[in-house]
């Protein structure tokens, strides 16, 4: 019994193992974890270029469109409210601006996704044989982005306004921010989910499909049904939540450092 039983425990681990890593099974240790992470130079390059743009961005944004539609936003909505949909509408506007960077995010879930499709290929040539279709998406990408950034900057300004009455949102606390940032991320993720789900199955066809965005949406509605606009958002919450949590509150608290010191 004792032979069989170990018998069996090492036929479980080398079934997991298989499993786990697939055609890295063989490879050492080092390699076989560093399989657990495809794509993760563009990733890092993406959220770090992205973080920077966004977070870097929308207070010259903000501070921009305050000046020229300050007073017809606290006429229209009041005081408050104005203000913070100006932060909001800022954020949305950085947002967009996004998809510049979308090559990166491409190659990031064709690497993770499809990576046969990048085997064998250097940056430098998937850039000049594949071009514009690195873009792919783009118009769906913008449209995520748009009312996912608006949630985020709006759900932080909003919990920062009518929730701790902060009239300067610089001076907010490492937890006030921290508590705007879980309003603004979990509004932002949810809001962005359907979009999302379209945005990830355009970048995620060949580099050669035709199928466009509207035949995806189509075929999906047709044979998921309209909750397939929302797969995968209870774990997105979950893995992405704390991520775009952490890093929104320390780009607040510092930005409102800076604020203080050179104000």
Request: glycine share 12%.
């Given at each position: 019994?004792v032979?069989?039983?170990?018998?069996?425990?090492t036929a479980?681990?080398?079934?997991?193992?298989?499993?786990?890593f697939?055609?890295?099974?063989?490879?050492?240790?080092?390699?076989?974890?560093?399989?657990?992470?495809p794509?993760?130079?563009?990733?890092?390059?993406?959220?770090?270029?992205?973080?920077?743009?966004?977070?870097?961005g929308?207070?010259?944004?903000?501070?921009?469109?305050?000046?020229?539609?300050?007073?017809?936003?606290?006429?229209?909505f009041?005081?408050?409210?104005?203000k913070?949909?100006?932060?909001?509408?800022a954020?949305?506007?950085?947002?967009i601006?996004?998809?510049?960077?979308?090559?990166?995010?491409?190659?990031k879930?064709k690497a993770?996704?499809?990576?046969?499709s990048?085997?064998g290929r250097?940056v430098?040539e998937?850039?000049?044989?594949?071009?514009?279709?690195?873009?792919?998406?783009a118009?769906?990408?913008?449209?995520?982005?748009?009312?996912g950034?608006?949630?985020?900057?709006?759900?932080?300004?909003?919990t920062?306004?009518f929730?701790?009455?902060?009239?300067?949102?610089?001076?907010?606390t490492?937890?006030?921010?921290?508590?705007?940032?879980?309003?603004?991320?979990?509004?932002?993720?949810?809001?962005?989910?359907?979009?999302?789900v379209?945005?990830?199955?355009?970048?995620?066809?060949p580099?050669?499909?035709p199928e466009?965005?509207?035949?995806?949406?189509?075929?999906?509605?047709?044979?998921?049904?309209?909750?397939?606009f929302?797969?995968?958002?209870?774990p997105?919450?979950?893995?992405v939540?704390?991520?775009?949590?952490?890093?929104?509150?320390?780009?607040?608290?510092m930005?409102?450092?800076?604020?203080?010191?050179?104000?």
């Amino acid at each position: 019994n004792v032979s069989v039983s170990g018998q069996s425990l090492t036929a479980t681990a080398a079934n997991l193992n298989q499993i786990i890593f697939k055609d890295k099974a063989g490879q050492p240790i080092i390699r076989r974890y560093a399989s657990l992470f495809p794509g993760l130079g563009y990733g890092a390059g993406y959220k770090i270029l992205q973080r920077v743009y966004k977070f870097g961005g929308q207070p010259i944004v903000r501070d921009a469109m305050t000046k020229s539609f300050g007073d017809s936003f606290a006429n229209t909505f009041g005081e408050k409210k104005g203000k913070a949909l100006l932060y909001a509408f800022a954020g949305s506007l950085m947002g967009i601006g996004e998809i510049v960077l979308l090559p990166l995010d491409v190659l990031k879930i064709k690497a993770q996704t499809n990576p046969e499709s990048l085997k064998g290929r250097g940056v430098m040539e998937i850039f000049r044989t594949e071009g514009m279709g690195l873009y792919r998406g783009a118009g769906w990408t913008a449209g995520r982005n748009a009312p996912g950034s608006f949630a985020l900057f709006g759900g932080s300004s909003f919990t920062k306004e009518f929730v701790f009455g902060l009239e300067n949102y610089g001076d907010a606390t490492f937890l006030q921010d921290a508590l705007a940032s879980v309003a603004g991320a979990t509004a932002s993720i949810t809001v962005a989910a359907p979009l999302d789900v379209i945005k990830t199955r355009v970048q995620n066809r060949p580099f050669d499909s035709p199928e466009s965005g509207v035949t995806i949406l189509r075929n999906l509605v047709r044979n998921e049904g309209m909750g397939a606009f929302f797969k995968g958002l209870t774990p997105k919450l979950l893995v992405v939540g704390p991520k775009l949590i952490f890093s929104f509150t320390v780009a607040q608290q510092m930005m409102g450092f800076f604020e203080r010191r050179i104000g």
